[in-house]
């Protein structure tokens, strides 16, 4: 005769403690929003608006607010620019003179033609440099012809650059940069205030050490 195994009783499940501290939420990731007053030191001394090029095939700026680069990024280059011109021409008129020689017009035309234009369309192209600070991401664009939309996200920052040269020191500009894992999601942006810079590398830094991102 075979003696069936004896089913073990089941076991109580323990009453929840009254006095139990309850679990502890997860940590919720606050939406990058400047306050009045960071707003008004990355606006300041900018262009109003973002300029959009008129072709309806366009990359669309979205919602959102968008902030410029300053009104003295536009000198910087302009001054830059003309004093390229100057020299090169400087340098093919000596040739000229001394040598008696006129192959040199041939690259220094193709350097000045290139550097005019480029002093033409620099003012049109500044305004259509902007960036944005959303939720999730830093979001970036530029171009007319060639548009560049792109974001990138707080979580993969890796470093945080301010530089200036001794020409934006002197008009209170500088450009920073955000360094990525990834070389192609990496953006510099130019002709920043002195004073947006700095700001905006603080709200960057505060928001990677919010999400525990560790710059």
Same mark, same amino acid.
């Given at each position: 005769?075979?003696?069936?195994?004896?089913?073990?009783?089941?076991?109580?499940?323990?009453?929840?403690?009254?006095?139990a501290?309850?679990?502890?939420?997860?940590?919720?990731?606050?939406?990058?929003?400047?306050?009045?007053?960071?707003?008004?030191?990355?606006?300041?001394?900018?262009?109003?608006?973002?300029?959009?090029?008129?072709?309806? &095939? !366009?990359?669309? =700026?979205? #919602?959102? @607010?968008?902030?410029? *680069?300053? /009104?003295?990024?536009?000198?910087? %280059? $302009?001054?830059?620019?003309?004093?390229?011109?100057?020299?090169?021409?400087a340098?093919?008129?000596?040739?000229?003179?001394?040598?008696?020689?006129?192959?040199?017009?041939?690259?220094?035309?193709?350097?000045?033609?290139?550097?005019?234009?480029?002093?033409?369309?620099?003012?049109?192209?500044?305004?259509?440099?902007?960036?944005?600070?959303r939720?999730?991401?830093?979001v970036?664009?530029?171009?007319?012809?060639?548009q560049?939309?792109?974001?990138?996200?707080? &979580? !993969?920052?890796? =470093?945080? #650059?301010? @530089?200036?040269?001794? *020409?934006? /020191?002197?008009?209170?500009?500088? %450009? $920073?940069?955000?360094?990525?894992?990834?070389?192609?999601?990496?953006?510099?942006?130019?002709?920043?205030?002195?004073?947006?810079?700095?700001?905006l590398?603080?709200?960057?830094?505060?928001?990677?050490?919010?999400?525990?991102?560790?710059?």
């Amino acid at each position: 005769m075979t003696i069936p195994p004896e089913t073990p009783p089941p076991v109580p499940s323990e009453p929840e403690h009254p006095l139990a501290a309850p679990a502890p939420a997860e940590p919720h990731e606050a939406p990058v929003t400047a306050t009045e007053a960071e707003a008004d030191v990355l606006d300041e001394r900018t262009y109003p608006r973002i300029l959009e090029p008129r072709a309806a &095939g !366009r990359l669309p =700026l979205g #919602d959102g @607010t968008w902030h410029q *680069l300053a /009104r003295a990024y536009v000198r910087v %280059q $302009l001054i830059s620019q003309a004093a390229v011109i100057v020299v090169v021409a400087a340098v093919a008129i000596g040739i000229q003179v001394f040598t008696q020689v006129p192959w040199q017009w041939i690259p220094a035309g193709v350097i000045l033609i290139v550097t005019t234009i480029g002093l033409i369309i620099t003012p049109r192209q500044a305004r259509s440099v902007g960036y944005q600070l959303r939720r999730d991401d830093l979001v970036f664009r530029r171009g007319i012809l060639w548009q560049r939309v792109v974001a990138v996200p707080y &979580g !993969r920052m890796q =470093l945080v #650059d301010i @530089t200036h040269g001794p *020409l934006d /020191r002197g008009f209170g500009i500088a %450009q $920073l940069k955000l360094v990525t894992a990834a070389a192609s999601t990496g953006v510099t942006i130019p002709g920043l205030t002195q004073e947006a810079a700095e700001q905006l590398r603080d709200t960057l830094i505060a928001v990677a050490e919010t999400r525990r991102t560790g710059l």
